[in-house]
């Protein structure tokens, strides 16, 4: 039987000519020195790894710290934006709600007092919360991004419809008699009076008279339509106008008429000049309003403006 060697042989030769070198190594020490450069080696590779690993991780760590401090300067960038645009809104809402009370008093004659504009007051609560909110947590910016959209897309819609209205009430007014026709004093007003020809008589006057220099200007006070423009027995010269809405005005003892039959004209245009043809004592205009075909009192609707139509004459 063979007998296992009680030592082992390294031998270390140079590789050019010369002395070698001859250790011996006993088995214990051979296996202790092998197990301990294995552990050794299986050490400082696992060293490396984690020394590699905790490298690419502060990398990392720098990088994501890079990154999510230049999103909040980019999330309050935005913010600011947000409260630029929040503030826009406010005034856009601000002057939706003066429109909604003045189309509201134009609607309602007057009759009803201001209120407050409580979608102004919940919209400056919500926004401020929601600002505080997206400042602590970025996720929540979305959030008031969106409530923002909401609120404008819906003042959109809104005054969209208050145009409508204000186009309507603007359509009604402009077809409203509410200018002096000419300048002068009023001779003679609506109702019972002595006949300037026949002063022993008293006849209804369904207008009034203004007295002007003869050839002075007439306008229209309202647009419309000329009904009629030709000679119209006792009145002379004269101009009808339909102006909708069932309102007619009438223009008498023209020297001179300019606007035609069917003519479409505006107000404040000049349609004749003031004379003295027909029953007439002296250079004037005889003016009168008809709603659906009645005389009606003119001194109404001399000077007015949109809301004095409202409360006195719609």
Known sequence: MTQSPSYFSVIIMPPHSGNSWRFKISPPLFFCSALFFIVLTTF??????????????FRENTLLKQKVTMQHKQMAVFNDHLDQLALDLEIVLSKENELNLLLDDIKHKGRYSKKKNSKEINFKERNKKLREQSSVSPSLFKQRLDYLRRVTEASDKHISLLSKRAARYKKRFSNTPSIWPTYGPVLSNYGYRPDPIHRNKRQFHRGIDIASRSGSPIKCTADGNV???????????????NHGFGYRTLYAH?????AKRSKVVKKGEVIAFVGTTGRSTGPHLHYEIRRWHKSIKPRPFLDMDMFTASQKVW
């Open 44 to 57: 400082v590779l696992f060293m490396s790894y984690r020394v590699f690993k905790s490298q690419s991780n």
């Open 227 to 241: 009904e009629f423009s030709g000679w119209a027995r006792g009145f002379g010269n004269t101009i009808v106008v």
């Open 254 to 258: 023209c020297s001179l008429l300019i």
